[in-house]
């Protein structure tokens, strides 16, 4: 259904002016609208089209149109924030030499803001595919172009403004998740409390919620769902495209972790036609990690979420179709080519496939935590739940790298972090520098040989944990509401049974030659002599044309860089799969 914005727009705020920038990025107003020289923008023309608009006319419009960058030539043109309640709020105006843009049109998806001509314009439009080619072909202006593009984004999410408006009960779990799912996908959203905004009480008289409704979603276009999916809000921001199921992809990148990630990069910038398929976040788990501060060539560290977004956009960059969220549900190989099933039952083609799908959190036995999850339970530590828990006592269970950099993170913003691990200390699960860093760190206490054993809530949330330490029985109750799960996870592996890709006793996936040997061993206990296997490529699976990387591949480091490497070294062993293919397979 969609509604008519102005029924829901009080008359004096349609149109106010607000900071065109984020106080933080003010200093960067250059790079974020630079101005092309006439010598640059000559060498433009040949990516484009040369049109004219006339005064008043509306160049992009938020929600709808697709496109990739129009570039002044003469004239001006507005530019204004629009959600689909009808709120604008004026950024800028693009005058000759500027373009418009941001991160989303390297994928030609929907406009997150109006454009409007002021006086006659005329003006050189570039399609996607062509500023995807501009940007590779002019290497110098590409970088200032894409620079421009991601500071628009970060911008649009600093200001928060711009995409979705999620309208809902305070603290309700279901808007939690939304919210989460938009952050870890660097989309920028607004929430609206209908008891503290009259817009969103005006909403909510108009569509009437039940208690199954909530969240409302309104999209840009002007389109409100109640209670939406993922999915259903992926496809209204273009992030989850039409794909069509005819196509034959050269890769099918399943997973779009660092090592899902690194594969499309490398193998789009080599002209290989790439899908990656994500079913929550680009980034994965690594883009969980507040700070990584032992990957090469970032000394003073870096987000997990940064690094992941910059190679996302990397992607975008080199034509990689990246869908999310789109969860696979079966890999078929039956026939050719291979197929990948995903979770709406629609299927997708590959010559190759390239399993980077990671793992699946682990939650603790306990009978009831589903029920707080989003109201108190928490597998991620974004500023989203660090803001939550501000001047609270939390409890963190985890004794890996990612839990240790979730509690030097979280206690930046909590009364104090309590540390569980049910082994004797963290020597053997993490990182020297983050043992020194959470021993430096006042407000963190490590609780050795503990547990959780019973959570204790209400409908608004959790209010207690119990927690037993296991050497002297003894169990307390700590009246607490946040507690974060980094336990470690599960191979997600269960959905490739109707293909038969081989996996170990823990559900991790055979590569080279771990795959011979295990056909070998399964011969021999049979008392059959072992056949003469084929020569099986490093990271190949049991299954010609399906190659698997990262977490998920038996034996693997499991670090970023490890995932990031992995992703980089399969290309090469894609090309010669190929290579050895009959000619038009």
Known sequence: MTLTPTQFVPEASKEDEVPAIGATIESRRHQIFPRLTDAEVRRLHRFGTV?????????????????????????????????????????????????????????????????????????????????RALVIAEAELGERIVRALILRRVNLLEVGSGGPVLVGPHGHPRLFHLQSFLTSNGHPHTILDPQEDAQARTLCEYYQPTADDWPLVVCPDGSVKKNPSNADIGRCLGMLPELDPSKVWDVIVVGAGPAGL??????????????????????????????????????TGISGGALAGRAFVQAQKFGVEVAVPAAAA????????????????????????????????????????????????????????????RSEEVILVGG???????AVFLSGHAKKVHMVIRGAGLKATMSTYLIERIKATANIELHTHTEIVALEGDEDGLKQVRLRNNRTSEETDCDMGRVFLFIGADPNTDWLGDCGVDVDAQGFIRTGHDVTKAQCRAKLEQGLAPDEQPARLPLETSVPGVFAIGDVRAGSTKRVAAGVGEGAQVVSQIHAFLANLPAGA
């Open 51 to 131: 049109r004219t608009y006339h005064n008043g006319v509306r160049v992009l419009e938020a929600g709808h149109t697709t496109f990739g960058m129009v570039v002044v030539l003469a004239g001006r043109i507005a530019i204004n924030r629009y959600d689909g309640l009808g709120n604008s709020a004026f950024i800028t105006e693009h005058g000759p030499g500027e373009f418009t843009a941001e991160v989303s049109q390297l994928a030609g998806r929907p406009s997150l803001v109006n454009a409007t001509a002021v006086g006659e314009v005329e003006a050189l439009v570039i399609s996607p595919e062509n500023l």
């Open 262 to 299: 690194a594969t499309s990069v490398y193998a789009g910038s080599e002209g290989l036609s790439v899908l990656a398929l994500e079913q929550r976040a680009y980034g994965g788990q690594a883009a969980a990690s507040a700070r990584i501060e032992n990957y090469l060539g970032f000394p």
């Open 330 to 389: 079966r890999l078929l190989c039956d026939t050719w080519p291979l197929r990948v099933e995903l979770a709406d039952g629609s299927c997708v083609q590959g010559r190759t496939v390239v399993l980077s799908c990671g793992a699946r959190y682990r939650r603790p036995a306990l009978a009831n935590i589903k029920q707080f999850e989003g109201r108190g339970i928490y597998y991620w530590a974004s500023r989203i739940e660090a803001n939550l828990c």
């Open 400 to 406: 890996g790298n990612s839990a240790g950099q979730a």
